[in-house]
């Protein structure tokens, strides 16, 4: 890279940074808060004061909903005063899921809180992939069916004031680890519950970082674009030196019994032996498919806001092929991006 070029990157980057730390964008921040909070009340205040009252016994309030796990439903609502199917010992639930003339129905079970009330709950796997209800993209509006010894079951909607408040860093997780599709809770102009499924999002997922003495083995799956390992369209996986801006690229393998699940093996002893400095490496793979964009290796999936600061794997010691140790740092930047931090040190030094 030439200087001119290399001093416009540097530019740019302090000029995000700086912007990201402005006052400004802190009032906006404290802004968006403040009205993200307004809409919240205002809403819980329209489904007790106005929506549930209007809905005359046809509706349940939801207590508690979210995408867990990426993909399981959990969902706890409470049923109107007075629902006699509610009562009856025989009475069955179910989780109705509706799509234009598409239904689908998970069980659910009732039961009482400690107030007395009669309540339904409901876990639901989402995926036919993974054995769940065969949900597809596209909106699925929720809603109650109660059926006891009459035929004609008792039909609920689920009205609630969306999504609960977490404290920390923690989310539900909206993306399945599993297909890649995002799942995610909402409401209705109505008050009613409603999902929102979309196509995964194209990403390469870390999924294990295999250690060892004189290298490490990354697998990763491939979500929302095609990857060929046939012929001259093979992936490769692009090695990238931060500091040097050195590319070097790396053949991978396939997992045997996994169509979406690949491995890279760093030779880290050999790429560690041709400099003493520090090295940070980082790496992007290059599908096969003609037309398809790099696409980073690292971990967009997690729940957490610092995942450089959580979830940073434990580091390891790698001897170069020059006899030099040099310890190896796993992290991901903001963006998820791995990141491999290597660090020459003596022998006796921890």
Known sequence: MTAPRHALRVIKKSARIALRRS??????????????SGLASGRNTLVDSVLMPAAHGSAARVQYAAVLDGHTLNLHAALPAGTEAAEDP??????LLVNGDTRLRAEARLQR??????TVAA?????EEIGGLPVTTGRWTLGLELRDDDPAPVRLRLLGDGPPDYAGP???????PRTGRRHRLGLTTAGQLRLTVAPAQARAEILRIDRSFTGAGLLFAVYGQAVTGDGA?????ELVDQQRRQVLRQAVEPLPGDDTAWRVTLPLAR????????????????????????LDLGRHDHDLTAPRKVL???AFTVRAENGTFVQVKPQYTRRGALQLVCTPRSLGTT
């Open 170 to 176: 923690t989310r539900p997780l909206a993306t399945c």
């Open 312 to 314: 940073t794997p434990p």
């Open 113 to 118: 809180d400690e107030a007395g009330r009669m």
């Open 123 to 127: 876990t639901v796997l989402l995926g």
């Open 271 to 294: 790429l560690l032996a041709t400099t003493s400095g520090r090295q940070t490496w980082s790496f992007r793979l290059v599908p096969g498919s003609r037309g398809a964009k790099p």
């Open 23 to 36: 006052p400004v964008m802190k009032v906006g921040a404290t802004v968006r808060r403040r009205a993200a």
């Open 90 to 95: 025989a009475a069955r639930a179910h989780l």
């Open 233 to 237: 369209g093979q992936p490769v996986v």
